[in-house]
């Protein structure tokens, strides 16, 4: 079993930045994949960014050249970096751990950004 808590939402101005972090209650590299979503109201989640075990990364098209993705396995967390940050980021913004056959989402921070 794994617990995922992430941190770090807020309100933001347009053009700013902001980082989430995704903290694991165990080791991330015994965990296949660490990813980030993110929820509008009324829409089903969609995929912002991943990395897995080994390192690999993947960030989605709507957010390519402004989102980054990384890790700190010493403190068990996974980062979001989100620059240039647009209204239409606003979002809750989950993370999912997924192991062979399970996954685990965490509850949730919301990121606001004013126009």
């Known amino acids: 079993q794994v617990q995922v808590v992430e941190s770090g939402g807020g309100l933001v101005q347009a053009g700013g930045s902001r980082r989430l972090s995704c903290s694991a209650s165990?080791?991330?590299?015994?965990?296949?994949?660490m990813g980030w979503y993110r929820q509008y109201p009324g829409k089903q989640r969609e995929l912002v960014a991943f990395i897995t075990s080994s390192g690999g990364t993947h960030i989605a098209d709507s957010v390519k050249g402004r989102f980054t993705i990384s890790r700190d396995s010493a403190k068990n967390t996974v980062y979001l970096q989100m620059n240039g940050l647009k209204p239409e980021d606003t979002a809750v913004y989950y993370c999912?751990?997924?192991?062979?056959?399970?996954?685990?989402w965490g509850q949730g921070t919301q990121v606001t950004v004013s126009s």
């Open positions: 165990r080791s991330i590299s015994t965990i296949a994949v």
């Open positions: 999912k751990a997924t192991i062979p056959g399970k996954y685990y």
